[in-house]
């Protein structure tokens, strides 16, 4: 078969495709891959239920994956003639996947599924060149987790508001064999954020290629902010949130404040149980009151292969999972952000969620390039923090960094 006349099979089908999606015809299975441990097993059955009935021709097929090897799984998928018709990956997976051609375009889509209102850090990796390729789905982000009653103890009677306020108070509550603050000298994702708010970033496009970007003022103005408030609790300048376990350190009881996830609380107190009703939350201050600070935004999105020969009923799966409907609803059972900015309000009764809704609307993601996990394998952002806190020139230690990113980003180029 010549290539014009597969592509003319190619079109027929997906014009098919389109009427079977509406009304009349044979029902279309639609094949859907979800991870592990997004969504409990009630929203799954709750989901599929009432998208089948509200799409008589669809039936979904919704298959539960694992995240360890999922990389090369979905790189096969898409490189197939007959893969899954609608895949859940990370946010800052779409640019990888999206470097293989074998992912749909849904820029024409972004209006109806209220683009201008998505999460920035989901909806800004999910864009390739201009073009929307992934679909916002849901996010998580840090906050800072607090003793309340330590809080009370030293006079501070709410939460800070901006950065000089969080440096105040951290410092009035680091006193006697009290960490005003955990905060391992590795937590390089906190560091993202502050880079973030000054304006920097880890690394920058130049032309067709990227380069390192630490060794600018407004990334050193972030690690220089990061260096106080770590001096203001005991965290190792060596190592991550791993080593030791951040929230084993917390629930000995005498760790005022630590960046985490909110769901990091429970494990604190699972381990200690004195300190339940001692937990409290608030998003990671700003620069300035009226914007929470910048964050890392984990989370998925959804993309369609390209090679899907159900296209119309693959889009319809992805508009329903974004509706402010199912969004919600999925919000509540996970305690996740929902993908837009406006629907922060609707997970309000859980205070944790409710703190990390807010700094979602300043959430950013890592460099949009295919090669990013190159620069995570190494990590040089955590021996940047390491030779910093241990007393190096900064500008000399994120020009080191910078020599690694940029040759990783460039690779294969």
Same mark, same amino acid.
């Given at each position: ?17 389109? +009427? ?15 991870? /592990? ?16 009935? =509200? ?15 999922? +990389? ?5 998928? @898409? ?17 990888? $996947? ?32 201009? /073009? *929307?390729?992934?679909?916002?789905? %849901?996010? !998580? ?8 009653? @330590? ?21 009035? @509550? ?7 603050? $955990?905060?391992?000298? *590795? ?32 990334? @050193? !103005?972030?690690?220089?902010? %990061?260096?106080?408030?770590? !001096? ?83 889009? =319809? ?18 305690? $996740? ?6 629907? !922060? ?69």
């Amino acid at each position: 078969m010549s290539r014009f006349a597969a592509l003319l099979v190619l079109a027929l089908t997906l014009s098919a495709c389109g +009427t079977d999606a509406g009304g009349g015809g044979e029902r279309q299975e639609i094949t859907v891959w979800l991870m /592990k441990d997004t969504a409990t097993d009630d929203f799954v059955k709750k989901f599929e239920s009432e998208f089948e009935r =509200e799409h008589a021709n669809l039936d979904l097929n919704i298959q539960i994956q694992e995240w360890n090897g999922i +990389t090369q799984k979905v790189t096969s998928a @898409l490189a197939s003639t007959d893969p899954p018709d609608v895949i859940e990956v990370g946010n800052t997976q779409v640019a990888q $996947y999206v470097a293989s051609k074998g992912v749909t375009d849904l820029s024409g889509k972004v209006a109806e599924l209220k683009g201008e209102d998505w999460i920035p850090g989901l909806a800004e990796p999910g864009a390739v060149d201009g /073009k *929307q390729f992934g679909v916002p789905f %849901y996010a !998580a982000n840090r906050v800072v987790i607090y003793r309340t009653d @330590l809080f009370a103890a030293a006079g501070i009677t709410s939460p800070p508001k901006t950065r000089d306020e969080w440096i105040a108070a951290t410092a009035k @509550l680091d006193q006697g064999d009290v960490q005003g603050i $955990y905060l391992p000298g *590795q937590n390089w994702y906190t560091l993202s954020g502050f880079v973030w708010d000054e304006g920097g970033d880890l690394a920058a496009r130049d032309g067709d290629k990227w380069k390192g970007s630490l060794n600018t003022p407004k990334a @050193l !103005a972030g690690m220089d902010f %990061y260096k106080k408030l770590q !001096a203001l609790g005991d965290g190792p300048k060596d190592s991550d949130e791993a080593k030791p376990q951040q929230t084993d350190v917390v629930a000995a009881g005498k760790v005022a404040q630590f960046i985490a996830v909110p769901g990091a609380a429970k494990l604190v107190t699972k381990a200690n149980p004195e300190l339940a009703g001692k937990i409290g939350f608030f998003p990671i201050p700003g620069k300035t009151a009226d914007k929470p600070g910048a964050v890392f935004t984990g989370g998925s999105d959804l993309i369609i292969p390209l090679s899907s020969a159900r296209q119309d009923g693959a889009y =319809e799966v992805v508009k329903a999972l974004a509706s402010e409907k199912w969004q919600v609803e999925l919000a509540k059972a996970m305690n $996740y952000v929902p993908n837009r900015k406006s629907l !922060a309000t609707s997970v309000g009764g859980d205070p944790g969620t409710a703190a990390m809704a807010v700094g979602a609307a300043n959430g950013h993601a890592t460099p949009n390039s295919p090669n990013w996990a190159a620069v995570e394998a190494r990590n040089p952002i955590k021996e940047f923090q390491t030779a910093v806190l241990t007393g190096a020139d900064p500008a000399g230690a994120a020009a080191k960094a910078d020599e690694v990113i940029t040759q990783a980003l460039n690779s294969g180029k």
